[in-house]
């Protein structure tokens, strides 16, 4: 019998088979592997996919088991939304956000950009007084009381809650239905919160601007020591509301505490006050006298007190009592409105009219004007100007020129009223002659 002696395979043979096994195992299953994690990846890359055609292609996925389609569709679902959070409404939501102006005003509460041209005016008004025909300035209630945002809310018809359902769904299709309706439920419901919230606020902001006027009157009273029939005598109504909407905005805009704000401007219409009471005194009685004779002297006082009511931007009123002086209106309106750097320009570089053409020669000379004066400006003041410098000027050519073009030069009131004004006196003024010759014209 022979005996047959099996030889143990060496140690690299078993290592070689051991490999192969290994590798015969293992590459199938990373090959599948791989498949899987690549259809993955085209999945979550697409945008374009629906949410069916998202979940199919995830299910046939190769290798992909029951655990990995519910969490991949989660995934989807989380990944969908945000990305809708990201790309914002689409068309067919903008459409339906515009035909509801509640939600439109609600967003533009979030919304840093000026709303108006009177606004983005108001932002590049120099100086802390408000002009009194500004609108849009800041102010402690800027806003409007019939507004869409604080009219009664209207619960939705059956029908116009199916329709923003039917917008959400568009927007959102990673959602189910019952989350789309809630979602749609929750979005009516801050709608009909906004318009109590809006007026509560309101009110908050209207108690604030009571307070503060409130506060602004007795104030002033105590410092004039008069009561509220002393202190209009000495202060005029229209200036102390341009003083208290100056006070609104200083707080608006600078932030400063309620009794700060009234103490600074109570002193600016005290500052009227003492002024108007010396204003008086200089054009009467004995300070007439001194001033007749000492016109230099007078007319730096002039100029000191227009300082303080430019100060509460009231000139207007300076220029009103200013007519004790005797001048005429142009005078007078050279003495209260400075003219502004544009218009000094053109005034420092005009040369002389010719005797000949003077009418249309000062009408082209306010057309100059037209492109270079401000709404600060005095058409009075400047008519002035030119007549002292320039003896061919002709103020009838120049109003007349000003006259035709007002509708388009964007005019003040005050400035419409100037125009009504218009060519001084043939007779010579005999203040203006006095106190104003040419060689001591306001003409700087």
């Known amino acids: 019998m022979v005996t047959v002696v099996q030889k143990k395979p060496s140690v690299l043979a078993m290592f070689g088979k051991g490999l192969g096994e290994g590798i015969q195992e293992h590459v199938p299953k990373e090959i599948e592997r791989r498949r899987l994690a690549s259809s993955l990846k085209d999945i979550g890359d697409n945008p374009d996919l629906s949410p069916f055609q998202r979940f199919a292609a995830l299910a046939s996925a190769p290798g992909a088991t029951p655990q990995i389609v519910q969490s991949g569709t989660e995934l989807l679902k989380q990944q969908g939304l945000r990305n809708n959070m990201r790309r914002g409404q689409p068309a067919q939501g903008q ?44 102010q402690i209630q800027p ?7 604080v009219k009664t809310y209207k619960p939705p018809t059956p029908q116009e809650f199916e329709d923003r359902l039917s917008s959400n769904w568009d927007r959102f299709p990673e959602l189910t239905y019952p989350e789309v309706a809630q979602k749609t439920q929750q979005d009516f419901d801050r709608l009909s919160a906004l318009p109590e919230a809006e007026r509560a606020e309101d009110a908050r902001l209207r108690d604030t601007q009571d307070r503060i006027k409130t ?37 608006a805009k600078n932030g400063i ?31 007439a006298l001194t001033s007749f004779f000492k016109q230099d002297e007078f007319i730096e006082k002039l100029q000191n007190f227009q300082k303080i009511y430019r100060d509460a931007d009231n000139l207007e009123e300076f220029y009103n009592l200013l007519s004790g002086t005797g001048m005429s209106p142009q005078a ?45 400006d005095s058409f009075l ?22 006259s035709d073009d007002a509708d388009k030069l964007g005019l003040s009131p005050r400035q419409k009223r100037e125009l ?17 010759p040419n060689s001591r014209g306001l003409n700087k």
């Open 381 to 402: 003041a400047i008519a002035k100007n030119l007549k002292d410098i320039d003896p061919n000027f002709n103020e009838r050519g120049f109003f007349q020129q000003l």
């Open 215 to 251: 506060s602004f009157d007795d104030t002033l009273q105590k410092k004039l020591h008069k009561d509220a029939a002393g202190t209009l005598k000495d202060v005029s109504g229209e200036t102390q509301v341009n003083l208290l909407r100056g006070l609104e905005r200083d707080i």
């Open 143 to 149: 806003k409007n009381p019939l507004r869409e945002e």
């Open 257 to 287: 505490s309620e009794d700060d704000a009234v103490n600074k401007w109570t002193n600016k219409a005290l500052d009227i006050a003492k002024a108007k009471t010396d204003l008086n005194k200089l054009m009467s009685g004995h300070g």
């Open 95 to 138: 459409a339906q956000r515009q035909e509801d102006p509640r939600v439109e005003a609600a967003m533009q509460q979030f919304d840093n950009r000026p709303r108006s041209k009177a606004a983005l005016q108001s932002q590049e008004q120099p100086g802390e007084n408000v002009p009194r025909e500004s609108l849009g300035q800041e």
């Open 420 to 436: 009504a004004e218009g060519v001084s006196d043939l007779i010579p003024n005999w203040a203006d002659t006095w106190f104003f």
């Open 332 to 376: 007078r309106a050279q003495v209260a409105w400075p003219r502004s750097d544009s218009v000094k320009k053109l005034l420092k570089n005009h040369k002389p009219l010719g005797y000949f053409g003077q009418i249309e020669n000062s009408k082209k000379l306010a057309m100059q004007i037209e492109d270079a004066f401000t709404r600060d």
